[in-house]
């Protein structure tokens, strides 16, 4: 098993900026790479941003590319989400999730395991 706990969202006001963190534990050598997604009220999950753990290559959906970044640091077993220029759009319940699965992928049947979530909220 992989445990997934997030940190760092709150309140911000449009043009601000937010990190979230993701740290995993427990069998986290089992997992590929690691993802971030967001849900807002009455909308289905949608991906945001993805990176390996070894390569570090990254791939993000185009709502958020330019805007947010995906790192990590494998000593820690931590994964950040830098986002920068929010807007209200982009307010939304997000989550942290890693899968198995080597094939890149935006669908989130494909992530193994999953984080509570930290509300981000964007004031405009």
């Known amino acids: 098993q992989v445990q997934l706990v997030e940190s760092g969202g709150g309140l911000v006001q449009a043009g601000g900026s937010l990190k979230l963190s993701c740290a995993a534990s427990?069998?986290?050598?089992?997992?590929?790479?690691m993802g971030w997604f967001r849900q807002a009220p009455g909308k289905e999950r949608e991906f945001v941003a993805d990176?390996?753990?070894?390569?570090?290559?990254?791939y993000y959906a185009d709502s958020v590319k330019g805007r947010f970044t995906i790192s990590r640091d494998n000593a820690k077993n931590t994964v950040y989400l830098q986002m920068n220029s929010l807007i209200p759009e982009d307010t939304a319940v997000y989550y942290c999730?890693?899968?198995?699965?080597?094939?890149?992928?935006?669908?989130?049947?494909?992530?193994?395991?999953w984080g509570q979530g930290t509300q981000v909220t964007v004031s405009s």
């Open positions: 427990g069998r986290t050598f089992s997992t590929y790479a």
């Open positions: 999730a890693a899968r198995s699965s080597v094939v890149a992928t935006t669908s989130s049947f494909t992530y193994n395991y």
């Open positions: 990176i390996r753990w070894t390569a570090g290559t990254t």
